[in-house]
């Protein structure tokens, strides 16, 4: 037997490596297949994009935050990994009551790379996190920590209201990588905005993700109407708030992104 605590500080107790795993977290799951553990992870959500092929061999057994527990229970599942933010917490905590729950927390890039450590090692597979985490590291190494201009930036989530991201959260330090200034850092976590707040910090830029909210053309036309001098830009959702492997791809698109933004931003030409 082999005791670990999770992010929230409880102790898991397992008498061996799970052969039956559940991710309830899309980019877990992601970290999950880049692990090597494919026989080994049963069942997924709806929202578990990546890799495409499971969402074909693997059992779904709801979306994040409407779990089937009647599903899960056949299952039998010997460890479920799950995330504070993105499930329903009453429903995860059913779920511990009955199987050994493994539930991150994760705000930063440190914490992200603790929770790899620590699937890695409850799942057999603590010398292939290791080799991840080093790979993903150094390609934020290689991130220029200096810029011309520190451009002050508003991210949006999500629409009717508008919301956007707080200091403290996963997305505002990936802002900052990036050599952004998040425009609404003072605020937590997740906070409803207007327009007219947006415009009123004087911010230079304002990013439409395309996740949860799938922003598109459209809203960028849209928010061009109340400044036409505002520049606003399309980001990929998951570069910026993925937690798992999907970080080897954001060191590269942080700078790809800092480069558009800078081109569009003074009129210059960009790749």
Avoid at 41 to 46: E, G, L
Avoid at 149 to 164: C, S
Avoid at 256 to 270: G, T, Y
């Amino acid at each position: 037997m082999f005791v670990i605590k999770d992010q929230l500080g409880r102790e898991l107790q397992l008498t061996k490596y799970p052969q039956k795993i559940i991710s309830l977290v899309p980019s877990q799951t992601e970290l999950l297949f880049s692990l090597g553990l494919d026989e080994e992870v049963i069942a997924i959500t709806s929202f578990c994009i990546h890799p495409p092929s499971w969402k074909v061999s693997k059992k779904i057994i709801g979306g994040t935050k409407k779990l089937h527990l009647s599903v899960i229970d056949a299952l039998q599942p010997d460890l479920i990994i799950a995330n504070k933010e993105e499930n329903e917490r009453s429903q995860v905590e059913t779920l511990a009551s009955r199987y050994p729950v493994y539930i991150s927390d994760i705000s930063n890039l440190q914490e992200a790379f603790r929770m790899m450590m620590d699937v890695g090692g409850i799942t057999g597979k603590a010398e292939t996190a290791v080799e991840l985490i080093e790979k993903i590291q150094a390609r934020f190494d290689l991130l220029s920590e200096s810029y011309p201009q520190k451009l002050r930036v508003a991210y949006l989530i999500w629409r009717n209201p508008y919301m956007t991201v707080g200091g403290g959260t996963f997305i505002h330090e990936m802002l900052e990588k990036a050599g952004f200034e998040n425009v609404f850092s003072a605020l937590s976590r997740y906070p409803v905005v207007t327009l007219k707040q947006i415009l009123e910090t004087g911010c230079d830029v304002v990013l439409l993700s395309s996740e949860p909210y799938p922003f598109d053309q459209k809203h960028v036309e849209e928010i061009k109407k109340i400044n036409v001098d505002l520049t606003c830009l399309l980001v990929n959702g998951e570069l910026f708030s993925w937690y798992g492997s999907r970080l080897l791809d954001t060191p590269p698109y942080l700078q790809q992104i800092r480069k558009r933004v800078a081109a569009l931003s003074f009129n210059l030409p960009h790749d």
